[in-house]
């Protein structure tokens, strides 16, 4: 049985930091693309970032470039969102997704249908 699960979210106050965790069980997790994914209130799902099986290419939303940092360690099955200088617009529930794409080369966030597992999602609030 495939687990995901987040961790991390919180309210933060404009310009401060978070650092979102994902844990995925029950999988060969270095057979998996993954990939961030948020959504606000109204709001269509939006990938975030996502990274290749290897972690060696990435895909950042024009929205957080500079600010967010994607990374996985396939030895303890975890993917990682480090996010700074957080605004208001960051506002959002954050999942966290697996997709079985071995061609996945990076340079932008396969289509959310195409990922297979998803956690339950962590709240991220950011206060101006």
């Known amino acids: 049985q495939v687990q995901v699960v987040e961790s991390g979210g919180g309210l933060v106050q404009a310009g401060g930091s978070l650092r979102l965790s994902c844990t995925a069980s029950?999988?060969?997790?270095?057979?998996?693309?993954m990939g961030w994914f948020r959504q606000a209130p109204g709001k269509e799902r939006e990938g975030v970032s996502c990274i290749r099986w290897s972690g060696g290419s990435t895909y950042y939303a024009d929205s957080v470039k500079g600010r967010f940092t994607i990374s996985r360690d396939n030895a303890k099955n975890r993917l990682y969102l480090q996010m700074s200088s957080l605004k208001p617009e960051d506002t959002a529930m954050y999942y966290c997704?697996?997709?079985?794409?071995?061609?996945?080369?990076?340079?932008?966030?396969?289509?959310?249908?195409?990922?297979?597992?998803w956690g339950q999602g962590t709240q991220v609030t950011v206060s101006s």
């Open positions: 997704a697996a997709a079985r794409l071995a061609s996945y080369w990076g340079g932008y966030c396969p289509h959310p249908r195409l990922f297979g597992y």
């Open positions: 029950g999988l060969t997790f270095d057979d998996y693309a």
